[in-house]
């Protein structure tokens, strides 16, 4: 199994960027997909996350409103499409998928970085 995040980069307070999360070697329609960010000197946090399907989505209260999770099962790929960003989204984002038998996420990938100027 391979899991790749990109689409990180720097961008100005209120500018945009989409992330992109691409799975090979399993079967992505049976996983969910969460994105998690750490923060330097920070834990890692919850940001979005989406099931199986595609039908429900949940976000951390920092984030909704301004970000959007969604997966496509044909090309086995998941994004964050980030708006409206602020210097306290800098962090290095990842993305993770969980089967749908699972209590918790079974595979992660390497992480994005995400840097937002003042």
């Known amino acids: 199994v391979q899991l790749q995040a990109f689409g990180g980069g720097l961008v100005q307070t209120g500018g945009s960027l989409r992330l992109s999360c691409a799975a090979s070697?399993?079967?992505?329609?049976?996983?969910?997909v969460g994105w998690f960010r750490q923060a330097p000197g920070k834990g890692r946090e919850f940001v979005a996350a989406?099931?199986?399907?595609?039908?429900?989505?949940s976000y951390a209260d920092s984030v909704k409103g301004r970000f959007t999770i969604s997966k496509n099962n044909a090309n086995n790929t998941a994004y964050l499409q980030m708006n409206s960003l602020k210097p306290e989204d800098t962090a290095l984002y990842y993305c993770?998928?969980?089967?749908?038998?699972?209590?918790?996420?079974?595979?992660w990938g390497q992480g994005t970085e995400v840097t937002v100027s003042s």
């Open positions: 993770a998928l969980k089967a749908r038998t699972s209590g918790d996420y079974d595979y």
């Open positions: 070697g399993l079967t992505f329609s049976n996983y969910a």
């Open positions: 989406i099931i199986w399907s595609g039908l429900r989505t």
